[in-house]
């Protein structure tokens, strides 16, 4: 957030892109920054991704930030690196700051997700990309990243979270050199998640569209048939006791009036495997 409230400020009443669905601290810190959040559809069409063939010039005109979530939350989509390198194209093109949320990216189960760093070119001008110790060593508690590229973008950054953030505390900084120092930790959560999927692809099977993500440990599901999101996101915790998210609450109505998340639920896959195994047993016994 702290990053949009500096972009914000550049422009007189600069606009926020965003996928939609989307991740909800981006909206947020456009809203604080006082910009215009747009969202861009990323649907099944569209690879769960944004198509940046149908951004306006106009509309990119307007832009001081592109927010792109990579691995994506809630659909697991991955931007491939000709993707990253047209989208830092369009920013250096247009003079806005391409953000990329990578808190997902050591969370896969077949190969690493490119890092928008690695289309960037050697001064990354115009390229930011966001790190977290909570996916990655499964630590959302400890509240420690970091933030890398544009120098330039940085330095003012840094100025503007030293006066305008909490520290992070010594014990916490601590915790975090040791984890990002060890990477054993880091391959065995992987391994824990492909079991968890190979579960779900044992037991869901191509039930609701269901597809083994790129990266993260999401599976978004198709439940369009069985009475909507809302709806099917009730009966399974009356009926089942499972918390999943509808897809509608992490999307936003488009113009035309059509919400991209509309129809999915988000399971997250973050308990044991044997836990997992039932909830996805239950999962299907209610909705059959």
Avoid at 37 to 47: E, F, M
Avoid at 166 to 171: C, G, K, R, T, Y
Avoid at 271 to 284: D, F, P, S, Y
Wanted: net charge neutral.
């Amino acid at each position: 957030m702290a990053a949009v409230q500096w972009v914000g400020a550049r422009r007189g009443r600069p606009v926020i892109l965003m996928p939609n669905p989307f991740y909800g601290a981006y909206e947020a810190a456009a809203v604080a920054a006082h910009c215009e959040p747009v969202y861009l559809p990323a649907t099944a069409a569209t690879g769960f991704l944004p198509d940046l063939g149908a951004l306006s010039d106009d509309l990119l005109a307007r832009a001081v930030a592109f927010y792109l979530a990579t691995p994506a939350n809630p659909q697991g989509s991955v931007a491939e690196p000709d993707y990253l390198a047209r989208l830092v194209g369009l920013a250096r093109r247009f003079g806005f700051l391409l953000f990329s949320d990578e808190c997902y990216s050591e969370i896969y189960t077949q190969r690493a997700p490119g890092s928008a760093l690695e289309v960037a070119g050697p001064q990354f001008e115009n390229v930011v990309v966001f790190q977290s110790l909570s996916k990655r060593s499964n630590l959302p508690g400890l509240r420690v990243g970091f933030a890398a590229g544009d120098a330039k973008f940085l330095a003012r950054f840094l100025e503007l979270r030293n006066v305008s953030a909490p520290q992070v505390p010594m014990p916490a900084q601590h915790v975090a050199i040791a984890a990002y120092a060890d990477e054993t930790h880091v391959e065995e959560n992987r391994r824990l998640y492909a079991r968890k999927f190979d579960l779900a692809d044992q037991i869901i099977g191509g039930r609701y569209g269901c597809r083994r993500p790129a990266g993260g440990f999401l599976l978004w599901l198709d439940v369009s048939a069985h009475g909507g999101d809302e709806a099917v996101t009730l009966r399974l915790w009356r009926e089942a006791g499972l918390r999943v998210v509808p897809g509608s609450y992490l999307a936003r109505e488009q113009a035309e009036g059509a919400n991209p998340g509309a129809g999915y639920i988000r399971a997250a896959l973050v308990q044991g495997a044997e836990t997992t195994a039932e909830a996805l047993h239950r999962l299907v016994a209610v909705l059959g």
